[in-house]
Nanobody
């Protein structure tokens, strides 16, 4: 059974940096696709960045050039490096693991990121 645990959130000032981590259990990490999503109060959850099993990345326009998604298949961990943070980046960030061929679509518990102005 797949289980995700996020960490690394916190309070940071505008222009600061954070690195989020998502550790996945189970033996299908290397062939899974991952995404980082975020949700702020009153808004829908949105995709921030994604990375496929082969390492292809994709980013929302609002974060291009500031956020970087990466993965370590040895540590079973997906990262989201967040630089030049803005108050509008404030949200709960969720990690999502998908492997459609195995019916896997799993979410972590979320980690809060707050950017003060």
């Amino acid at each position: 059974q797949v289980h995700l645990v996020e960490s690394g959130g916190g309070l940071v000032q505008t222009g600061g940096s954070l690195r989020l981590s998502c550790v996945a259990s189970g033996g299908i990490f290397a062939i899974s696709d991952f995404g980082w999503y975020r949700q702020s109060p009153g808004k829908q959850r949105e995709l921030v960045a994604s990375i496929t099993g082969s390492g292809v990345t994709n980013y929302a326009d609002s974060v291009k050039g500031r956020l970087t998604i990466s993965r370590d298949n040895v540590k079973n961990t997906v990262y989201l490096q967040m630089n030049s943070l803005k108050p509008e980046d404030t949200a709960v960030y969720y990690c999502n693991q998908v492997l459609l061929s195995r019916g896997v679509d799993t979410w972590g518990q979320g980690t809060q990121v707050t950017v003060s102005s």
